[in-house]
């Protein structure tokens, strides 16, 4: 399975918190939002990793000294994140996890995600119906309903953040994320793809992981969200026997105008 964590963005109303820099590196419990993420993902099995970076793109990479594949949007500034995901589609198939940069969350969610063996499945929290930001509407299994918008009478959840695509479907991702940005909707979300095919009656599948912390990390409330639960609970992901080794040194590829770590 390949995992792709997109932390292009540069998170400008954090800049208090994550003190000019990119706010994958805001700090939970000693370690760094993407740092953990990373070693998590890795203590599962997962070894192929990349990383999308933008803003202060340098940073992200002293962090992870090697851990992962590192693609960067020299366009960040004037995109969102489907066209950073662009600049990592070689990463784009078989199985695929696909989760934002600005998640700290408990392993089991992250084992909820990988253990899904539908299609498309969209991790949501129905626990979070009425402070959701971004919120799910339901029919049975699937998701019909989307958006900051909808009232609470239409929400059912709040989108996690992290999808798991099939490789039955990655194709189908790929060609779609293709002709979104054919038609220069250059700041559409990289979920717009899944979004798009809801109309279409396409299945795009949801997976409750209430009872389970996460939290992502838009503004001061959830920054005081994840700093009250990490004063009262153990964050780190490995014992110190487990700590991962770094991959080689980082090399240019010239076609994708990326920096990779292969």
């Known amino acids: 399975m390949n995992v792709i964590v997109m932390a292009a963005g540069v998170g400008s109303r954090l800049n208090g918190i994550a003190g000019n820099k990119p706010k994958c ?3 939970a419990g000693g370690e760094t939002l993407i740092r ?7 203590s599962r099995g997962l070894r192929r990793i990349a990383v999308v970076t933008g803003y202060r793109s340098e940073l992200i990479e002293a962090e992870l000294g090697g851990l992962a594949r590192l693609y960067h949007n020299p366009f960040y500034s004037i995109t969102n994140s489907l066209a950073s995901l662009w600049f990592a589609r070689d990463e784009l198939e078989g199985d695929v996890l696909l989760m934002n940069g600005d998640l700290f969350f408990e392993p089991q969610v992250l084992d909820m995600a990988i253990a899904q063996t539908r299609s498309v499945v969209m991790l949501s929290d129905s626990t979070r119906r009425h402070t959701a930001d971004y919120r799910f509407g339901f029919s049975g299994d699937r998701i019909c309903r989307h958006g900051k918008t909808l009232s609470l009478a239409e929400t059912d959840a709040e989108h996690v953040g992290i999808v798991r695509v099939d490789r039955s479907f990655i194709g189908q991702f790929r060609d779609r994320m293709s002709q979104l940005l054919a038609a220069q909707r250059f700041n559409d979300w990289w979920e717009d793809v899944l979004y798009s095919y809801i109309p279409q009656g396409e299945p795009i599948y949801h997976h ?6 996460w939290t992502e990390i838009d503004n001061q ?7 009250n639960w990490v004063g009262g609970a153990v964050v780190h992901v490995l014992p110190p026997a487990l700590e991962p080794q ?4 980082p090399l240019i590829d010239p076609l994708s105008r990326s920096r990779m770590v292969s």
């Not at 953990?36 to 890795?42: E, F």
């Not at 409750?208 to 912390?213: E, K, L, M, P, T």
């Not at 409330?221 to 700093?227: G, I, K, M, Q, S």
């Open 25 to 27: 590196l805001i700090t």
């Open 36 to 42: 953990r993420n990373v070693d998590l993902c890795r």
């Open 208 to 213: 409750d992981v209430a009872g389970s912390f």
């Open 221 to 227: 409330a959830d920054y005081d969200r994840l700093r």
């Open 246 to 249: 770094p991959l080689a040194a």
